[in-house]
């Protein structure tokens, strides 16, 4: 293999896009405090990945976030749940960290505790649906895994976007959650049709 | 287009093809060859082409066919998209949450007020305007029953007293409904309450608008105006009422760019119509300090500052606090 498609780092035009947006519409302070925030969970995911010997092939970032390429084939369930659930901790363990010294640096806290809560989502690309699958998979197999993380990254990922609906609907506001409404059904759709590829 | 570039038009085509046709077996093959190599992407390609000329067309003819519907549509949607998320507000509720400085339930209510904004300034102008045609109406019916009544009470003068005593009940709660605060909008009080801190007035300028019902100056109707007018130059510094916190920036249609600063003992205060918000969401303001400059966004006739001042969600009549030139 050689060394440079051994790391690689891929940009997408979207998040270029993202980040732009982003900028424009909250300021480049907290798109610091976000891509921070970020950083730190894809840290977690990077130290236990290679404390763990795994391969990782590259960083993919894209409009729906940062993703580690990583050669998984040889880690054990536990090793991959460890390494899956590194990023959450990674920003959990900052949380608890930063709590105490609280002022200015509550935007940031909280902008970790988000990104924490919202990866671990029972959602397949997300943290939590892949630890759940991992999981379940170590305690009672491969197949098991797979149906469980499917039905209930399904049934969860159709209830949050209803939800999701319902309180804009009331609103009667915002249409900002609605991509997120969007992607969690479209993940839900992916995990009911079988189709999961995309992971 | 002239001869001239005409017959070169037509040479460059004639030059091609000679290019092409001498070996168009092979170049068929490459092509042919190309296709199967990228198949996959050049059908996804395709098929973003495809799909993005379907919306594109779709919604022209929308727009072309159905022009007043569109224009409906446009103008929900471009007012649902002005209402921003504010992104640094959830952020900062979440950490408040976990340093302790506010309960897991005011976080919450912190969170959902900056994500879906239920817009303060449109929720109350909405509240207000479908609870006053309501008593308004009210009012009348009973207004034109006592009419009637009166009417007939004359009419029939020489009837028994007993009637004549019933008139008077009907005319004294009817009085009441009248004359009462019964009419004020449920969230209103008229109090002059204690409020136990120092405070200052944020904008020294002249008082244009009272607390209490008044003729909109955009919309032309009777509405309840739930703070008071302050009127300055563009640009004036708006101090801050007391010492608080800041806990919500936002813009609306209505109240243009403002900022919510809560202070203790439930009581908080807005400032709308600002042309700028200097002070940040979730940081803790002094009295006196500045936090906005006097502008003339949202639904404003001319520069000024319109203050409310909220406990517990009821609002008060901040005139007893400020002091107008």
């Known amino acids: 293999m050689s060394p440079r498609s051994e790391r690689s780092v891929r940009v997408s035009g979207g998040f270029c896009l993202l980040v732009l947006w982003f900028a424009v519409v909250n300021g480049w302070e907290l798109l610091a405090v976000v891509l921070g925030a970020a950083a730190i969970h894809e840290l977690g995911h990077y130290l236990v990945l290679r404390s763990l010997g795994a391969g990782i092939k590259g960083l993919r970032l894209s409009v729906f976030g940062a993703v580690l390429e990583t050669d998984s084939t040889r880690m054990s369930y536990l090793g991959e749940l460890a390494a899956v659930l590194a990023g959450p901790a990674a920003n959990l363990l900052c949380v608890l960290l930063l709590a105490p010294m609280g002022g200015r640096w509550t935007v940031f806290l909280g902008a970790n505790l988000v990104l924490c809560m919202f990866n671990l989502l029972p959602v397949r690309p997300l943290d939590g649906g892949k630890a759940l699958g991992l999981l379940v998979s170590w305690a009672a197999g491969p197949a098991a895994g797979e149906w469980a993380v499917r039905w209930i990254g399904a049934s969860a990922a159709s209830a949050l976007a209803a939800g999701i609906c319902y309180v804009m609907w009331r609103s009667g506001g915002s249409l900002w959650l609605l991509p997120a409404a969007g992607g969690l059904l479209a993940a839900a759709g992916l995990e009911c049709s079988g189709k999961t590829a995309f992971l | ?325």
């Open chain 2, 1 to 325: 287009m002239t001869s001239r570039q005409a017959g070169r038009g037509i040479s460059t085509i004639a030059a091609q093809r000679r290019k092409t046709g001498g070996k168009r077996g092979g170049a068929r093959q490459a092509v042919r060859r190309r296709n199967e190599a990228l198949r996959p992407q050049e059908r996804r390609r395709l098929l973003q082409l495809v799909a993005c000329s379907g919306i594109f067309v779709l919604l022209v003819a929308a727009k072309l066919l159905l022009p007043a519907k569109m224009a409906q549509f446009n103008e929900r949607l471009s007012g649902a998209l002005r209402q921003n998320m504010d992104v640094k507000a959830v952020f900062s509720a979440v950490g408040r949450a976990i340093t302790g400085e506010d309960n897991a339930g005011g976080a919450m209510e912190d969170v959902y007020q900056a994500v879906f904004h239920p817009e303060k300034g449109e929720t109350m102008e909405t509240a207000a305007l479908e609870e006053l045609p309501l008593d308004e109406s009210a009012a009348l019916d009973d207004l034109r029953e006592y009419r009637m009544k009166s009417l007939t009470a004359d009419q029939q003068t020489a009837e028994g007293e007993a009637d004549a005593k019933t008139e008077q009940t009907e005319v004294s709660t009817l009085a009441y409904v009248l004359y009462s605060d019964k009419n004020l909008p449920e969230d209103v009080s008229l109090e002059q309450a204690i409020l136990g801190f120092d405070y200052c007035t944020p904008v020294c300028g002249t008082l244009t608008s009272n607390f209490g019902y008044r003729e909109h100056p955009v919309e032309g109707e009777e509405r309840f105006h739930y703070g008071v007018d302050l009127a300055a130059d563009t640009g004036t510094a708006i101090s801050c009422f007391a010492d608080g916190t800041v806990t919500a920036v936002g813009e609306s249609s209505s109240y243009g760019r403002y900022c919510i600063v809560t202070h203790e003992g439930g009581y908080s205060t807005l400032y709308a119509h600002c042309s700028r918000v200097t002070a940040s969401s979730g940081t803790a303001v002094k009295e006196g300090q500045k936090i906005a400059e006097v502008g003339e966004s949202g639904m404003a006739t001319g520069p000024h500052l319109h203050f409310e001042l909220h406990r517990d969600g009821t609002y008060l009549n901040p005139i007893y606090y400020v002091s107008a030139v």
